[in-house]
Nanobody, 119 residues
Framework: QVQLVESGGGLVQAGDSVRLSCAAS?????MGWFRQAPGKEREFVAA????????AYGDSVKGRFTISRDNAKNTVYLQMNSLKPEDTAVYYC???????????????WGQGTQLTVSS
């Protein structure tokens, strides 16, 4: 069992930047972020794979968001820049044993943190 504790989020304005953090209780191979807006399916945002810092991004955030990890702290970060109202969602941290963009392939999930971007 891996516990995930997220922090960050809140209410910001369009164009602002926010950093989310997610601390895991133990090391994991893949650490990722998903988001879910009201009435929509949970969407892949980004993932970081292993200790080699390989990363992957969803098309809607590529170039604006940056995922990183501190392996010594078992923590993954999501730096979000140039935020847009359509980035408003609950953001979830997730970990798993193999890289995937599918929610079903992640084993453990955080409780989620709300980000609201006003126009």
């Amino acid at each position: 069992q891996v516990q995930l504790v997220e922090s960050g989020g809140g209410l910001v304005q369009a164009g602002d930047s926010v950093r989310l953090s997610c601390a895991a209780s133990s090391s994991t191979y893949v650490m990722g972020w998903f988001r879910q807006a009201p009435g929509k399916e949970r969407e892949f945002v980004a993932a970081t794979i292993g200790t080699s810092a390989v990363t992957a991004y969803g098309d809607s955030v590529k170039g604006r968001f940056t995922i990183s990890r501190d392996n010594a702290k078992n923590t993954v970060y999501l730096q979000m820049n140039s935020l847009k109202p359509e980035d408003t969602a609950v953001y979830y941290c997730a970990v798993g044993g193999r890289y995937s963009r599918r929610t079903a392939d992640y084993d453990y999930w955080g409780q989620g943190t709300q980000l609201t971007v006003s126009s």
